[in-house]
């Protein structure tokens, strides 16, 4: 069960919406504890327990994900999550959606060979051609917000997904949504 934040006394779990912005921030505080050997870390986040290691190649076992690829996982679930409550609040029934997430940077600065930027270049979040629902190309763009000249509000997932908005601007991030064919 989640605890109270420690800083505000509210719930640990963000608010539901009830279609009334709030006037004043509402904190969602976040904790975690690792208990790490070697590449490995074992995560609690609150009730929920998993691991993290690097991949071979830095010396790791390949035992579970690795940082990256959780930095990435983290991304299209957030994602979904507030696409989700974007659509719901258009009346929009999005049902069950095939996601692929990908990203490429520059290991060079990781393995102390060169002064880059060691930040992901470039973050594509899509679904695979796979929206399991009726809703048009146009709806799903709009959701999207793409293109963003055409959709410009602020219902739009990419505006509103708190771990896509914490990427340096930089990073050039982009949601494509696809209708399913079948």
């Known amino acids: 069960m989640p605890s109270d ?3 505000c006394g509210q719930a640990a779990e963000p608010l539901a919406a009830n279609g009334t912005p709030p006037s004043k ?4 505080e976040v904790d975690v504890t690792a208990l790490s050997e070697g590449l490995k870390s074992e995560v609690q986040a609150a009730e929920h327990a998993f691991a993290l290691d690097a991949g071979r190649a830095l010396g ?7 940082p990256v690829q959780a930095f990435l996982s983290s991304i299209v679930a957030c994602t979904q ?7 719901k609040e258009r009346g929009v029934d999005l049902q069950r959606i095939e996601w692929r997430g990908w990203g490429v940077f520059d290991t060079r600065k990781l393995v102390g060979g060169s002064d880059t930027d060691p930040r992901f270049q470039q973050i594509k979040a ?4 796979k929206v399991f629902a009726g809703p048009s190309q146009k709806v799903l763009d709009e ?9 410009p509000s602020a219902a739009a997932t990419t505006a509103r ?3 896509s908005q914490s990427l340096h601007p930089s990073i050039h991030f982009t949601l494509q949504l696809a209708a399913s064919e079948a």
């Open 161 to 163: 997904c708190p771990i």
């Open 25 to 28: 921030p509402i904190p969602y």
């Open 126 to 129: 899509s679904v695979t051609g």
């Open 60 to 66: 790791g076992q390949q035992s579970a994900p690795s």
């Open 143 to 151: 959701l999207a917000g793409l293109p963003l000249a055409l959709f």
């Open 81 to 87: 999550i507030t696409l989700q409550i974007v659509a």
């Open 5 to 7: 934040c420690a800083v």
